[in-house]
Each structure stands twice: as structure tokens, then as C-alpha cells.
């Protein structure tokens, strides 16, 4: 009996100091941390853009009007033909005297035309042609084709008709207008990326070579007014798949930031201060670090200061942490 008794003492004494090795064990004190999730801060090049809608135009487009009333004596092209500078493309005689007729404007005639007539802004060269010696003669100016000729021989129109345009299909551009809010991030020069719903199989690249120095005012679906600044852009190997007139959609990079370290909006939090911070895994234990943060991606922070690329950063808890406490990882 007594040692049967001496025996349970000692099994006893054995569990009680096996239990307190337990308790004092890193193994007890490994599984009591918080389990967190930690993610690498990746450094990559960062593009900044905004995107717009425009459409495609040519900027050599030549349109002849009529500056008085006319009879067509001739038409010596079709549209779609190829032509040379100085092609003959139709012959008119002016038809009364001039009282009619509009002043001469050279090829700021199209001033006139949109004020008188309500037409829309237009990219297009205006030539107002007037007789000479009762005879209208009218030549391309350019090598090109021939993209409009809506006059047929023997008939009379009145001033202020187009008669006939002349462009260089390889001389496309976009136009497209721009919110005044974000017109200060747009300088010329910078690159930009071409899609459309008409050549939704391809994209071009282009660059910003004019930003107007004046802003309009276009009526919105609303009813209201939103003051935009009209910006052209050149695109850089135009091709058969693109035609004036097609909507286009614009990204333009506004800035390039390299090598930039990101972390995702997750690992970011602010203390009562506003200042931002993230809490930083290292052999074991957190540290809470301030941070300054920069461009805002689609589902990361670019961090400009207080933390370098390959660094691990703790995705956000349920459980707050604790400057320097000890937790197990597991890498996202």
C-alpha cells in the first residue's frame, strides 16, 4: 500500500513539473501569439493615367465653299480618288453679282460659316473660293484623296456651299476634350494609348502635342455646363483600320514613378493623429511603423517613405496588435 502511495506522489511530482516546463516552454508561448497574415512590399514601375473620350480627325483636311453663288461647269475627280497639289477637281462660273457673296477671309472663312450657319468647331483648313474673270476654278492644295464632292456638273448652288474637301488619310489625329479639374496634369509630350469600339482589335500609341491655351463650355446630358480645354494628340503609325469621324478612347500617362514600393490598402491603417501606419514582421515580432504614402493604385498604396521593397508588412486583423508583440506568420 505505502508504495503503491509512494508511487502516485511521485507520478504526481513528475505531472507537476512536467506541467511547468509546459508553461515556461517557447512551444506553450509559440502557440498563445496571435496568428497573423504578412505580405511582401513589392517595388515595381508605377504609370499614372486618366482616361478620356475623343474622336479620330484629320488635320489636313482642305473644304471649299462657294463665296458666292455658282453654276458647276465641270467635276474631274470622284471620291476616294488619289490626287496631286495642284489637281484640277472642278470648275464653276459665278452666277450674279457678289452682293450675296461673303468677304474674303482666306482660309479663316470658316469663321463665318459657323456663325452664320450654327456649325460645330471644325479641325478643317476653309478655302472660300471666288471667281476670277467670272471663272471658279478649284485645285488640291495637297497630295491626298479626294474625301468629299457633293456637286455634280450643271448645277447651281448658293453661297457659302461645300463644294468639295481634299486630306491626307495618314494625317489623323485625335480630339479630345478635357475636364478644366484635371487639365494641369496634362502637358505636351507626354504618351498615351488609343483604343475604340471600331477597332476594337487594336491600340495605338500617341503623344500630346497641343494643350489649347483657352477652355469652352459644352452642354452636358444634364442640362449643365462643364468648361473643358480641348487637347490634340498625334497618333504614332496610323493605319487603314482607323477613319476620321470614329470615337476613341484616351489613356494619358500623366506621371512615371520607378521602381516604386507598393503594399496593399489592407496593411495600411492611421492612429487617432491621421498618421499612417503599418505594423512590420520581423524574427517573430510586429513593429509599428509610420509611413508616407503616395499614388493610389487599383488595389495597392505606393509608400514613398518609411519602408524599403522586401520588407514583410501584416494584413489587417481582427485582433489589434501591439508594438513589438510576438506573433506566428503565415505569408499571404
Known amino acids: ?19 511547468g516546463m509546459w508553461w515556461k516552454s517557447p512551444a506553450r508561448r509559440q502557440m498563445l501569439r496571435p496568428s497573423v497574415t504578412v505580405t511582401k512590399a513589392e ?16 488635320e489636313s483636311l482642305h473644304e471649299f465653299y ?11 475627280a470622284e471620291i476616294g480618288n488619289h490626287v496631286k497639289a495642284g489637281d484640277l477637281l472642278l470648275t464653276a462660273r459665278a452666277e450674279t453679282a457678289a452682293e450675296n457673296s461673303f468677304p474674303e477671309f482666306g482660309n479663316d472663312a470658316i469663321a463665318v460659316f459657323q456663325e452664320l450657319y450654327g456649325m460645330e468647331k471644325s479641325s478643317s483648313q476653309a478655302v472660300y473660293c471666288r471667281a476670277e474673270d467670272g471663272v471658279i476654278q478649284i485645285r488640291s492644295p495637297i497630295d491626298g484623296v479626294v474625301s468629299d464632292l457633293p456637286v455634280k456638273s450643271d448645277t447651281s448652288h448658293a453661297a457659302g456651299t ?10 489623323l489625329k485625335i480630339r ?12 505636351t509630350g507626354m ?41 490634340l494628340i498625334g497618333i504614332d503609325d496610323p493605319d487603314e483600320a482607323l477613319r476620321a469621324g470614329f470615337n476613341a478612347r484616351i489613356e494619358i500617362y500623366t506621371q512615371r514613378h520607378n521602381d516604386a514600393v507598393t503594399v496593399p490598402y489592407e496593411s495600411v491603417d492611421q492612429d487617432a493623429k491621421n ?31 518609411g519602408l524599403q521593397k522586401g520588407e514583410f508588412v501584416v494584413l489587417k486583423t481582427d485582433r489589434a496588435l501591439l508594438d513589438g508583440e510576438a506573433v506566428k506568420a503565415a505569408v499571404d
Open 275 to 305: 498618421r499612417e501606419y503599418v505594423f512590420v514582421y520581423e524574427n517573430g515580432m510586429v513593429k509599428q511603423r509610420f509611413i508616407e504614402t503616395g499614388a493610389e493604385l487599383e488595389s495597392s498604396v505606393e509608400v514613398t517613405s
Open 1 to 19: 500500500m505505502r508504495k503503491k502511495r509512494k508511487y502516485c506522489l511521485l507520478l504526481f511530482c513528475v505531472l507537476l513539473i512536467l506541467m
Open 191 to 231: 504618351a498615351c494609348k488609343i483604343t475604340g469600339e471600331a477597332f476594337r482589335d487594336r491600340s495605338y500609341s500617341g503623344t500630346v502635342e497641343l494643350v489649347m491655351p483657352y477652355a469652352t463650355t459644352v452642354q452636358t446630358l444634364n442640362g449643365k455646363g462643364e468648361t473643358v480645354v480641348d487637347v
Open 66 to 76: 462657294f463665296a458666292e453663288p455658282a453654276y458647276v461647269t465641270g467635276v474631274y
Open 176 to 187: 479630345a476634350s478635357v475636364p478644366e479639374i484635371y487639365i494641369q496634369d496634362i502637358q
Open 162 to 171: 461645300l463644294c468639295a474637301s481634299v486630306s491626307d488619310p495618314e494625317n
Open 43 to 58: 517595388a515595381s514601375d508605377i504609370l499614372l493615367s486618366v482616361y478620356f473620350k475623343g474622336s479620330v480627325c484629320n
